[in-house]
C-alpha cells in the first residue's frame, strides 16, 4: 500500500484521461440547476489533485473520497456520509457510476453503494465494466456515453 500510495501520490495522479464529453456534460448538468459531487474510493487528498489537474474543480459542488486511514473507502459508507454532510434528501440523489479502475475491479461498487441508500443510479458502460455488470447490481438506468447522462437524469 505504501509504495501504491508513494506512486500515486507523485507520478500516478497525472497519468490519467478525461473521458471525450466530460466536461461539456457536466457543464450541461450544472446548467440545468444540478449540485455535483464527486464520490471516489481514491483517498480525497488524491482525487481533489486530479480533479484539480484537469480542471474540473469549478464543476463540482464537492470531491470526496476515503481518508489516508481506510475510512469511507466503501462506496456505500461514502455515499451516506456526503448525503449527511451536504444535508441531501436521498429521493434527490442519483450516483452516476464511473470507473475507478486503480482501486475498484468494476463499477458494481456504484451501484451498490446507491442501493445501500436508496437513492437511484445511471451506470455507464464506457470505460471497465459492461453493461451485464451494471444490470446484474441494479442499476436504474444505464448510459453508453456522457453525454446521455443528461437526457437520462430528469427519468429518475
Not at 45 to 73: H, K, M, Q
Not at 74 to 87: A, F, M, N, P
Not at 102 to 117: F, T, V, W, Y
Request: aromatic fraction near 8%; glycine fraction near 8%; hydrophobic fraction near 40%.
Amino acid at each position: 500500500m505504501s509504495l501504491y500510495r508513494s506512486r500515486l501520490s507523485t507520478i500516478g495522479l497525472f497519468e490519467n484521461s478525461l473521458y471525450p464529453q466530460i466536461p461539456e456534460t457536466l457543464k450541461i448538468i450544472r446548467a440545468a440547476g444540478y449540485q455535483t459531487f464527486v464520490a471516489t474510493s481514491k483517498p480525497q487528498i488524491y482525487a481533489t489533485r486530479i480533479i484539480e489537474y484537469f480542471d474540473l474543480a469549478p464543476l463540482f459542488n464537492g470531491v470526496y473520497g476515503s481518508e489516508l486511514d481506510g475510512n469511507r473507502s466503501v462506496k456505500g459508507d461514502l455515499i451516506s456520509y456526503i448525503i449527511d454532510r451536504e444535508s441531501l434528501l436521498p429521493s434527490t440523489v442519483v450516483m452516476v457510476g464511473d470507473s475507478e479502475a486503480l482501486l475498484q475491479a468494476d463499477r458494481s461498487h456504484d451501484i451498490i453503494g446507491a442501493k445501500k441508500n436508496n437513492i437511484a443510479s445511471i451506470g455507464v458502460t464506457y470505460g471497465y465494466g459492461s453493461r451485464e455488470e451494471l444490470e446484474t447490481h441494479g442499476a436504474d438506468l444505464i448510459a453508453d456515453c456522457p453525454k446521455e447522462i443528461p437526457t437520462l437524469l430528469p427519468l429518475i
